[in-house]
């Protein structure tokens, strides 16, 4: 009998050892910042978007697109473009501040569906194009 009642105090002790360590919230760095929603998410404030940078895209023909967009930052920005499954078809950084245009031709593709990221290391965009 004595067994018994020292076991049951042991598991609640115990169970009343987790219930305790698992109301204690893990701290959160500095430079993270929470996002409540279904669960609370932390991620570097580095890692931001830009509300000031945006770019277009614009179908011009079967397998073609232009890309534009307009930059006042002195960092460089690069741009991708993937196919549908995923692979990174063409990569390319561009320097210069001011506007930016290009015609890509993608035409000898045989999915015409495109996804485009344009971004730095602190912040990037992404979008699709279909070029039929």
Known sequence: MIKYILFFLFTLLLCIHIGSAQETKPQKEKNQTQVKGDGEINYPKKILVNPDFDFKLK??????????????????????????????VLQETV????????????????PKFFVVEVGSSQYNKTKSIITE
């Open 59 to 88: 179908s011009t023909s079967k397998g073609k697109f232009i890309l534009s967009f307009f930059k006042k930052q002195n960092k460089a920005i690069t741009i991708k473009i993937y196919d549908i499954t995923g692979n990174l």
């Open 95 to 110: 320097s210069e501040d001011g506007s930016f245009s290009k015609e890509y031709d993608l035409s000898y593709y045989k």
